[in-house]
């Protein structure tokens, strides 16, 4: 999975796939950018064909000349089995909205299957049937993305906010707030009990900022009929957040963002020198955040969104940041922990696609089979399939 490969965003479908089909499958871990090992079987290798996916044959010793390298304690790789291929559920309304999701694109285009979930889903716990869990570019906080201002007018925007309070109402909500704030809820709950979370651009903030405001009303008029609490900042409780810490909610309607923990107001970077690094992790000993960063390169080109990146002084300490550029003191991909479950936010909406505006068409993502952007939303893909190893002692 280095530059040799002609479509990594393809191989983790290969490698999806062979596990739905019983194939041995293991994720070599900082080998040659992060390879998969398959045991031969001629369905694994006609599917690469067939996908244009580029694979080697290996004879039994140059398999165990691989496996003795990585086994070596003084190289920083690791072999992990991927036994068992996640259930997953992309939460998305079904109304077409003129943006689209970049998890969503890549599962289609690397031929992983998945379903589509909404509130009603999510609020009749539905999330159980499933072990990884995408979030679709939402605003959790019942603002609606903060879209009023500019989009009021147009008919998609009407009919988003005349479907999410028909929806409300159907599952006894008086307001779409209070609706977001339980699905939320039943997220963090999924989390809890050993689900695995994704979530990219507004999913970021806004999920930890409608947390932070349970039981305070942080929407102005025109999103609820009413006016917000005053005195809402004071009334944050950020212990009921996932990955943010004292942050600041910006009460301004007219203004896009949601607080201060996107720094996209701030920054002065440009598309010429808007970067983040990966960081290095032990593959032997932080197992987690090795899978989440294989890639064939470590310099990751960025990208805008709604919600682009992250203050870094806003990320809670019992975070691990994957990637950041330290000198705009911004995080741009982090992981966190939550009873049993684990979470990744990343920041931007599209690797590919530096400031992707309301309406734009969407990525062809046969022009970028090599994205390295794109293979960070795939190693979370695959994550919920390795085996757990025992703990080191």
């Given at each position: 999975?280095?530059?040799?490969?002609?479509?990594?965003?393809?191989?983790?479908?290969?490698?999806?796939?062979?596990?739905?089909?019983?194939?041995?499958?293991?994720?070599?871990?900082?080998?040659?950018?992060?390879?998969?090992?398959?045991?031969?079987?001629?369905a694994v290798e006609d599917e690469c064909k067939t996908r244009g996916v580029s694979y080697q044959l290996l004879p039994d010793g140059k398999v165990t000349a691989i496996l003795n390298e990585i086994a070596d304690p003084g190289v920083n790789m690791e072999m992990v089995k991927l036994e068992k291929a996640p259930k997953i559920a992309v939460y998305s309304p079904k109304s077409k909205l003129p943006w689209d999701d970049a998890v969503t694109m890549v599962l289609t285009y690397a031929e992983i299957p998945y379903d589509v979930v909404y509130d009603d889903e999510v609020l009749r716990?539905?999330?159980?049937?499933?072990?990884?869990?995408?979030l679709h570019h939402e605003d959790f906080t019942g603002q609606?993305?903060?879209?009023?201002?500019?989009?009021?007018?147009?008919?998609?925007?009407r009919n988003d906010v005349k479907s999410q309070e028909a929806t409300a109402a159907r599952n006894g909500f008086?307001?779409?707030?209070?609706?977001?704030?339980?699905?939320?809820?039943?997220?963090?709950?999924?989390?809890?009990?050993?689900?695995?979370?994704?979530?990219?651009?507004?999913?970021?903030?806004?999920?930890?900022?409608?947390?932070?405001?349970d039981g305070v009303d942080i929407c102005e008029s025109m999103f609820d009929g009413d006016r917000a609490d005053p005195n809402a900042q004071s009334k944050l409780n950020y212990n009921n957040t996932m990955a943010f810490k004292g942050f600041t909610?910006?009460?301004?309607?007219?203004?896009?963002?949601?607080a201060n923990i996107d720094v996209k107001m701030q920054r002065d970077l440009t598309e010429s020198n808007d970067f983040f690094?990966?960081?290095?992790?032990?593959?032997?000993?932080?197992?987690?955040?090795?899978?989440?960063?294989?890639?064939?390169?470590?310099?990751?080109?960025?990208?805008?969104?709604q919600t682009t990146a992250f203050n870094k002084a806003m990320v809670k300490p019992v975070i691990t940041v994957m990637g950041e550029n330290k000198g705009a003191n911004e995080v741009r991909y982090l992981h966190g922990e939550i009873g049993k479950g684990q979470f990744t936010f990343y920041g931007g909406h599209d690797p590919e696609d530096y400031k992707h505006a309301?309406?734009?068409?969407?990525?062809?993502?046969?022009?970028?089979p090599n994205s390295p952007g794109?293979?960070?939303?795939?190693?979370?893909?695959?994550?919920?399939?390795?085996?757990?190893?025992?703990?080191?002692?």
């Open positions: 999975m280095d530059e040799t490969q002609k479509n990594h965003l393809k191989a983790y479908g290969i490698a999806y796939w062979s596990i739905v089909q019983k194939a041995d499958v293991s994720w070599l871990l900082n080998y040659e950018g992060g390879s998969f090992l398959i045991g031969y079987n001629k716990d539905k999330l159980m049937g499933y072990d990884w869990l995408h609606y993305g903060r879209f009023w201002s500019s989009f009021k007018n147009e008919s998609w925007y008086g307001k779409v707030a209070a609706m977001k704030l339980a699905v939320a809820k039943k997220m963090r709950d999924f989390c809890v009990g050993g689900g695995f979370m994704f979530a990219m651009c507004s999913a970021t903030d806004s999920f930890d900022i409608a947390l932070s405001a909610i910006d009460q301004n309607p007219y203004y896009y963002g949601l690094t990966l960081f290095d992790f032990s593959a032997k000993w932080d197992l987690v955040p090795s899978m989440l960063t294989q890639n064939h390169e470590k310099v990751i080109k960025g990208f805008m969104g309301v309406g734009d068409p969407q990525t062809d993502l046969n022009l970028h794109y293979r960070l939303i795939l190693n979370n893909v695959l994550f919920p399939a390795a085996k757990k190893k025992p703990q080191k002692t």
